[in-house]
Structures are given as C-alpha cells and as structure tokens.
C-alpha cells in the first residue's frame, strides 16, 4: 500500500449552553426535563409580531469566558440571521453572530504525555439554541408518520467556540475538550452536564501528507455529546479519509454524524451541502457594547483560574505537580484549599496538601460528594494538622479522629472550633510524650519480648519494628513514634 | 435568470412553482433585478453601510434584560393555532436526519 | 348627530358632556361599517366584543376615570395582532390566526391604555406589500371617492375607513409609504414617525428597520393625539428609542417665531427639486405648487434645495425591504400556526406548499427577490451596497436641513388609479413610491395632508418631511394650514360610498 505519512488536522467547535434562568432573547425558563413546549414563549415560537431582547447574563458569560482564555473582548459585536428552514427552527433563522462576534482569539492550554501545549481559538460567539424533534412515530393529520417538535430549548442562550485547526490527533482534541469542559464549569459560564446537552462538540477533520501546507478537504462530525464518542469518531474518521484517498478516492466535503452503534460516521443529508445561509445583521437587534468598565466589573468577580493557583502554589509551598493537580481538579476542591490556606501557616501547608490527597479525596470518593459538601469543613483540617505538628496526636490517632469527624458529620454538621479537641479530649487520645511514662511502657514491653531483643541484639533490624510496634500498642497508639524510636535505641544499645 | 436558478432560488425560499410560474416569475425577476441594478452606479467606496436608520445621529445600543425567568406556562393560549399538536408537541411530517 | 364628521376632541368633548354614550356611539359606527361593507374597508368586525368595550369605557366615563381618547372608536390595521379579533395581514397564510397577545399600539390605545374602543381590523395589502391594497388575500379596499379606484396601500383599509366616516381615526404602518400614500389618496391626514417612536411589539413585521407604525385621521391635531398616546420606549421591542417621548400636541396653535406677525414667518420649507421632475402628474404638481403658496402667504419663506439621490431610493428599498421580508417571513410554516397545505408526501412539500398557496404573488416575488440580493456572491453588489446608498441618502437630508426646516412636496406621483390598471407590471408599481421612500431608509419622520382635488374627483396630498424628533413642528405647521384650507374637511359624498362599488 501507500508509504505516505499522513498528518491529521483537527478543530473543534462547541456550542456550550449557558448558565442563565431565562433564554437569551426572551424571558422563558430554560430548566431542564419540563413537559413539552410549556418554556415556549411567543417570542420563542416566533408568533406574527414578536420580537427578541437580549439577557445580560449571557453577555455576562461571554466577557467571562473571554477573560478566561486571554481572549479580545469586541467592544462592539453584531447579531446575524442564519437563514434556513427546519421544524426546530421557529423562526425559519437562528439569531448568531457572524462577521463581528463577541470573542476573539484566546488560548487554551492543555497537558498531553507530560507536555503543555496552547491551542489557539477562533472566536467565540452568542447565538440561540434550535428546538427539539422527536422522531417518534407520531400519527400527522392526515395519517402521515409525523415527527413531534418540542420547543423548550429553542432560545436557549449557547456560546460557540471555535478553535484554529491545530490539534493533531483525536487524543488532542479530547485533551482540549476536556480541558475546556472543566473550564466553562469552572468559570461558572456553563453546567457541564454533556448527558442533558450542555457542551456538544462538532469536529472539523481531514487529513494530508506530512510537509503539505494546504489542508485537506474536511468533513464535519456534528453533535458530539462525550469525550468517547469523540475520540471514537474522530479515529473512525481519519481512517475512513485515509483509506478513501489512498484507494484512489476524494474526499467529500459534508456533515456527518457518529453512529455510536455501529461505531462510523455517515454523510447527513446531502442537502446540506447546497446551505447558503445568507447572514444579514438582524435588524431588530442593535450592536452590542462592551464597555472596559463593563469587563473590568466582570473581571473582579472571576476566580482565580487552575493555571494560575497551580503556579502559585507551587511557587509559594513547593507544591509538586501532582499535588496542584489533584487540588485544582475541580473549583469545590481548590475553593475548598483556598479556605484552609486562610487557616494554617505555611509549614503546614504540605501536610495539608497530602491530607487532601489521601483521606480527604478517599472519603469524598467514597461517598460520592464534592469538596463543599464534605462534613468536614477546612477549619477541622486545619486543626487536625495543628495538632498533629504541635505533637497532641500521632499520624496514625490523626486518622481515626478523621474518620471519627467524618462519620458525625454525615449525622450533624460538625461545630466550627474545638471539635478535635473534643474528640482528643473524649477518647483520651493524646500523645503520649512524657519520658517517664514512655520508659515505663518500654520497660514493660522489653520485659516481656526479651526474644526479640535478643534477636536484635544479634544483628536482626527487623525485630526492633516489631519491639516499636508491641510499643504502640500497648500504648493503645499514643505513644509517641519519634520518642519511642530514641528512647528504644538507647536502651537497646545500652 | 435561467431555470435553473429560480428553481434554486425557491428551494431556498422555501417556495414551490409550476413551470409556468417559474416563467413568469423569471421575467418579472428580471425587470426588477434591471430596475435594481442601477445601485451599481454608485460609488461608495469609503461609506459605511447603515443598518438602522437612526445609527446617522446617534451610536444606537442594543439594551441589557435582567435575566429573569418572566414567562409562565401559557402552552394551551400558545398553541392556540397549531395546525397539529399531540401531547403537547407540534406535529410535522417525519423529519429524517 | 353625524358623529363621523366629528374631530377627537369634539367626540371627547360630546362624552364628557354625556351627550352621547361610548356605547352610542361604537353602535353609530358599526351601523355605517355595515352599511359601507362594500366599500370592503374591514377583515373583521365582531359586534359583541365592541360593545363589551364600550360598555367598559363608559364605566370608566361615569366613574371619572377617563382620558381625552376614553370611549372613542378606533380601527387596526389587519397588522396589528389582537387577542380579540383575527389577525391576517391581509394573507391567507394567517386566516383565522388568533394572537395570544396584543400588540403594543392595540394595549396603548385600548380599554385598559387610552381607553378607545376598538371597531374590527381592517384591509390593507398582504404583509404590508403593495401601494393600493389590491393585493389582499381578501379584495381590494375601495376608494370611497370613488369606488373604481383603488384606496392606495397598503394601509388602505385604514384610510378608507377614515374617509368614509366608518371610524373617527385608524392605525396604519408604513415601511415605504404605506400611511402617507394611501392617506393622500383617500383625502386624509397620516403620519409616520421617526422610526423608533412607537414599539413595533404586535406588528407582523414587513422590513423590520423600516416599518413604523403611525396615526390616520382627519386632521392633524388628531393624530397628534393618537401619538401621544402610542409613543414612547418598549423593553420588548430592541430598536425601540429609548428617550422620553414628546407632548406631540405642544406647539399646536403657536406661532412658529414667538415674535413675528404672521404664524409660519421664519419657517424655511425646502422643496426637493427631484420632486418636481418628469414622472409628476401635473394637477398633482398645481395643487402641490398652490399648497406651498399658501404656505407663503402664511409667513413661510420655500428654499430650493436637492435630494439628489430621490430615483435611487427605489432600487435601495427594492433591495432591503424584500431582503429583511424574505427573512421575516420564513416562519410561516404551517408548523406551529397559520395556513398548512392539505396535501404535501413530506415534510419538505409541506414547507414549500403552505407557503406557496399561502402566500399572494406579490409576496413571492419579494421574498424571492430578497432571498436573491441575500444570497452567496450577491450579498456584497446589492445588499450591502444599497445599506451603502442609504447612509448617503440620509446624509442627503441632513445636508438639507441645514437650509430648511422642513421638507414639503407631494406624496406620490399621481393620484389614485383605477383597481386593476397597474396589477401587471410590478416594477410600475414600485416607480410609484419615488416620493415616499427616503423618509423610511432615513428614519424620518413624514406625513401626509390633504392640499386639493384632480379635476376627477381625486384627492391629492402635500408631504412633509421633518427632521428627526420634529414630529410636534409638523403637527404645529400642518395645523395652520388645516386652519386656512378645507380640504381635510371634505368628505365623498354619501351616495358615492353607499354604492359600495363592484366587487
């Protein structure tokens, strides 16, 4: 077959449906799950003599975003009509942006094999969200097999994000997908929820040889609604591209859409190809103004963004990759940090950072919740941590107090101060450190193992772990590991 | 304007014509794309178009809506006249993807 | 009493005297609509409900709740949605459609806004396309000084009604003459206001950046009255301005100069030489040139002034009306209201069928031409081109009026033709809009006056064309010369109109 070494180029465009209580040019709910056309206004319906108005939030959502990628924010932008007819499609137009929209450029980064890369967007830009049909075999009026059109989603507010043709492999774009998906969530522009529709990616694909400048021809796989589909989609594709051309074919340029079935694209309609959609800027709209005053509102209440405080922590407490990682995983998650650094000084920050990663994660995984909805609340970490450097407690009595608070939280929200040393208190936990009292125990557990020392004494390194762990638990855990180790050595070396 | 292009021109107007229509509406097209084309003697190299009219005395602002959720359930007065509706939902002949 | 000779204030003024009841007089109106059905001025006309208003407004008469339009009848363009009354736009795609709302104009003007009654809906030409009403789905209106001719369009019905004393005022729009011509054809007053002034919430959009809607009465107080009550700022329609409205009437009675002798001494009207050229009919011209004189003899000084790009206005609106119209139009579908064909194999079929029997010709041919001057390779040469033309256009005036105050020459070339002469040729009915077409890609606004008669019996109207927000200087200048003419006073005579004509 044919030697050639084939390069994939890819872009993605995600239609991201905003976080907002009403549509974005009219003030019908946009919840998800309603009955029926019951979130259909007459303006959604595009009734005779309706006309739209557009949602600040949107707009609000757009800047954020754009702030969030380092993109030009349009001082002024332009709605347009996308002409064309479908059922889902009341007015017989889609109200977008097209020669002048809200976002332009940007950046995403994303981390694939250890590397960073930046991938470049577009633009970004406002439009409406069409209806939905449903292909059930309804019987029309005159016995025809009918399709039911439902129009809740019609108007909802959706940002499309458009990215330059720079990925190179499907698992780029999952990287980017996914990478954006955590970033509209949380920048808090957009829910995130991909099963009920909230983020669907359509991948631009085609393929060259490597070292041609021009692209290939690309076809379009519309409304992706999971990273695997995605990646599957995209895999099925370049072969299909590639094996087309190398047995002498040309590739098409359409839609298809991704049957997760049978595991391939098909070609759509081939109607599709005949679309001219003849924007106009729609005339019941005005341009849009971004004022500097308006951004900088926005930019005052953005959270810092994963990149960011990743840099910063690590800059600020040596944290390692993984760390910062694991604790920017998701907003709750690194609000949640955010809250504890307010509490600890800095030499326990560290231990915080494993604390998070280790118990903390395991019980939210556990019980399946987020950060903020923990029974723990930063300020227990905090004094958990307090009391473990300051020498109350062991690691090891640290942990049981841990699963003690989780457990009593689950019941009752936890008081704010003082609960581990109530718990400390209650349990009679605490450390023991006297010297007097520890060589008493040791004595006794000396006493009582004279085989093992003896097998120390004969050069076995092992038995003076079993010698500290009989210590431990005749101290029922409290005694205290470091001094233990000192005191056992000295005596064993005497 | 041949055949050919009136057809496509009602395909994407969502028109139907029967072949005499397409005749006549071919030369009607044609007077008005002549009365029309007159456009082309002007030079407007340097001018900006104006979408709305009032653009020419002040720099018009699309406004800003509260986002808030304003609208009830008015199905049943919504869908009033709806040629076909089951179950809530506007029936059309099957749409196939 | 002949109470469709009465002026609003006079109507107003006769209610609060308890000379006649709001019920009364809706009933005195409905009988004359009856009477004149032949004249096929209304599309819908429901008794009941007229009189439920009635009664409405006469309790708030009785309880002293009411406002100088409180009680008095008023008649809707068939554009204006109404929860009540059918909303067609003179088309069969939307026969029988009811609104589930009113539009803005109908709640402003209506029992619980300004407290007027409402009469029916009435004709006009299909989505508002047409300059003599002959393109309605449901006959023409006809001419009530003659029934052969037609009413002019597309606010036909509107001025019809008017004229023939079947309503005391009416709302019409006018995207590119469509108050102003069928006004000046019907021997009445119309006027369009700076686009912007009244919310076009409820109006079945035509060409959404020109379309304006707009009083039409018997004189020029009236339909300052009208808009005082219609104007002002509408969150719901976009493109509606946002400043306070004006008090239209503030200036009626006053002189234009404070200090001068005569009422108009000081007023500077340019008379656009393009509007005097070849293509004006001549008695048109002579009533036109005789208004002006009075003007004159008024104290007003006429400067020639030049609108040079007047002819071209027609290709530029030829192009946007169609291009917006074409979009505007697209939901009418068959899917969620309206018209849907009887017989179509898929969904498709549907589509194109429902619209093509729906729709008239004349609104084929626009959505077919705009679809054109939209499309891929077209966009730039026409479309934008012609949004290119219109700035210039409305540089065009603004130059002017650094010369004049206002603007006056007649409203269309010719008066009223005879229903049926000119429905062949489209293109020679677009010609006929040469006069009335700049105002709306500029966005001013215009109005139309009676200013004489053509030896047949036809009426003619004068023009006025005021920068933008100078719709009270209007009314004030066009009152005065409503003070020292008559021709607004005239009416067709009785047995002209209760012919009812041929239909």
Redesign the interface.
Known sequence: MSQTNWEVVIGLETHTQLRTQSKIFSGASIAFGAEPNVQACPVDLALPGTLPVLNQEAVNHAIRFGLAIGATIAPVSIFARKNYFYPDLPKGYQISQFELPVVIGGTVKIQLDGQTKEVQLTRAHLEEDAGKSLHDDFVGLHGEKSSGIDLNRAGTPLLEIVTEPVMRSAAEAVAYAKELHALVMWIGICDGNMQEGSFRCDANVSVRPFGQKEFGTRCEIKNLNSFKFLEESILYEVQRQIELIEDGGKVRQETRLYDPDRQETRSMRSKEDAQDYRYFPDPDLLPLHITSDMIDAIQLTMPALPSTLRSQWQESYGLSDYDVALLTQSKSTADYFIDLLKLIVADLVKPAANLMAGDFASALNRDGMDATDSPIRPSHLAQLLQRIQDGTISNKIAKDIFSIMWERGLTSPLAEQGVVDAIIEEKGLKQISDVGALEKIIDQVLAENQKSVEEFRSGKEKAFNSLVGQIMKASKGKANPSQVNQILKDKLTN | MNIEE?N??????????NPEQTKQ?SK??E???S??????S?D?SG????????A??E?????????????G???M????????V???????????? | MNWHEKSLSELSQAIFAKEVSSVELTQYFLKRISQYKGLNAYLDVQEELSLRDANFADELIAKGQAGPLTGIPVAHKDVFVTKDWKSTAASKILENYLSPFDARVVERLGIRGAGMVCLGKTNMDEFAMGSSNENSAYGPALNPWNTQYVSGGSSGGSAVAVAAGLAPIATGTDTGGSIRQPAAFCGITGIKPTYGSISRYGMIAYASSLDQAGPMGKSAADCGLMLNAICGHDQRDSTSLRREPDNYLRLLGKNWSETAQLPLQGLRIGVPEEYFAQGLQEEVGQAVRAALKQFEDLGATCIPVSLPKTKLSIPVYYVLAPAEASSNLSRYDGVRFGYRAKEYKDLTQMYERTRSEGFGAEVKRRILIGTYVLSQGYYDAYYLQAQKIRRIIAQDFQTAFTICDVLMGPVAPQVAWKVGEKSKDPVEMYLEDIYTLSPNLAGLPAMSIPCGMSTEGLPIGLQIIGNYFAEAQMIQIADHYQHVSSWHQLAPSSSVTSSGGSL
């Open positions: 009136i496509h021109l009602a395909k994407l107007s969502g028109l139907e014509l509406i009607e097209l007077n008005i794309l009365l029309v084309d007159e456009l082309q002007v407007t001018v900006e178009p104006l979408f709305h009219p009032i020419v005395i720099a018009l602002q699309q406004a800003l809506r509260p986002d808030e959720a304003t609208e359930n008015n199905r007065s919504n869908m009033l006249s709806a040629p076909a089951h179950e809530g939902l506007f029936l059309v002949p099957k749409v196939i993807e």
